[in-house]
T-cell receptor, first 115, second 109 residues
């Protein structure tokens, strides 16, 4: 069974901390994505990557950075966590087929609370 | 104005009823359309694609109206297990998916 695995389900961090969210996929997918999901706003794209060491800004990259050193791993970094980054973070991956949605698989999400 | 808009609901529907909800999109260049389902505190999962001619998958029917720029999802003979949030997704390219905020559906016994 194909999987996207996020390292933590729930995370509580203090304001100003550096936070790492890890995502690993075992499907050999080229594309990987980080979203955050907030009530009433839906999923918003933070960053995505279409190849190793490649990254592209999404709609809301401010306050975040990413790293993709290996094909299967895509990390989201909050350089200095703030309370407005409290959210559900979802990682996804997809292969380059058709519109890119097919095979678009999500991890189970990390609910981050910044206090 | 959001690029993809959905009525947030909740839609409270008795078991066995038929329910339908729409999703409007603003970009006429949108290429592909999908419905996802998201259970509480879970990740979204693909429910079905939406084709120009309309398509069915069991009790679910999806339709696209390009002229009016909306897609719809109809659920017949609703089950308790259909309770979820339904997300509308529109694509412009292989990478970019634009998500609606979702419509919450509650099926009551």
């Amino acid at each position: 069974d194909v999987k996207v695995t996020q390292s933590s389900r729930y995370l509580v961090k203090r304001t100003g901390e550096k936070v790492f969210l890890e995502c690993v996929q075992d499907m050999d997918h080229e594309n990987m994505f980080w979203y955050r999901q907030d009530p009433g706003l839906g999923l918003r794209l933070i960053y995505f990557s279409y190849d190793v060491k490649m990254k592209e800004k999404g709609d809301i990259p401010e306050g975040y950075s990413v790293s993709r050193e290996k094909k299967e791993r895509f990390s989201l970094i909050l350089e200095s966590a703030s309370t407005n980054q409290t959210s559900m973070y979802l990682c996804a991956s997809s292969s380059i087929t058709g519109t890119g949605v097919y095979g678009y698989t999500f991890g189970s999400g990390t609910r981050l609370t910044v206090v | 104005r959001k690029e993809v808009e959905q009525d947030p609901g909740p839609f409270n529907v008795p078991e066995g009823a038929t329910v339908a909800f729409n999703c409007t999109y603003s970009n006429s260049a949108s290429q592909s359309f999908f419905w996802y389902r998201q259970d509480c505190r879970k990740e979204p999962k693909l429910l079905m694609s939406v084709y120009s001619s309309g398509n069915e998958d069991g009790r679910f029917t999806a339709q696209l109206n390009r002229a009016s720029q909306y897609i719809s999802l109809l659920i017949r003979d609703s089950k308790l297990s259909d309770s979820a949030t339904y997300l509308c997704v529109v694509t412009h390219s292989n990478y970019q998916l634009i998500w609606g905020a979702g419509t919450k559906l509650i099926i009551k016994p």
